[in-house]
Nanobody, 129 residues
Framework: QVQLVESGGGLVQAGGSLRLSCAASGGTITTYVMGWFRQAPGKEREFVAATTWSRDYTYYADYADTVKGRFTISRDNSKNTMYLQMNSLKPEETAVYYC???????????????????WGQGTQVTVSS
């Protein structure tokens, strides 16, 4: 059973940056597809970014169109931790950000909540205008 704990959220002005972390325990994320989602008040949880892996342990990333070019997902397997670097933040990106994990044979991305097995508790990101 993998446990995920997010950190790094906070209050930032529009145009600013934050880096979120997702620390995993109870299992190694080396062979997990990892993702970030967010949920704004009154809205459904939405996909932000995901990282998958290939059999030579090369890691790949995909992003929602709304964050491409501004957000970067990465992982440090030695620390069993995933990150989300968020730049040029916008007020409409105020939300609770969640990390998620799914054990996988690799090569696929997952874009919906139901495809992930493990979730963190979320970290609040507030972007002021």
């Amino acid at each position: 059973q993998v446990q995920l704990v997010e950190s790094g959220g906070g209050l930032v002005q529009a145009g600013g940056s934050l880096r979120l972390s997702c620390a995993a325990s109870g299992g190694t994320i080396t062979t997990y597809v990892m993702g970030w989602f967010r949920q704004a008040p009154g809205k459904e949880r939405e996909f932000v970014a995901a990282t998958t892996w290939s059999r030579d342990y090369t890691y790949y990333a995909d992003y929602a169109d709304t964050v491409k070019g501004r957000f970067t997902i990465s992982r440090d397997n030695s620390k069993n931790t995933m990150y989300l670097q968020m730049n040029s933040l916008k007020p409409e990106e105020t939300a609770v950000y969640y990390c998620a994990a799914r054990r996988s044979v690799g090569g696929s991305y997952y874009y919906t909540e139901s495809e992930y097995d493990y979730w963190g508790q979320g970290t609040q990101v507030t972007v002021s205008s």
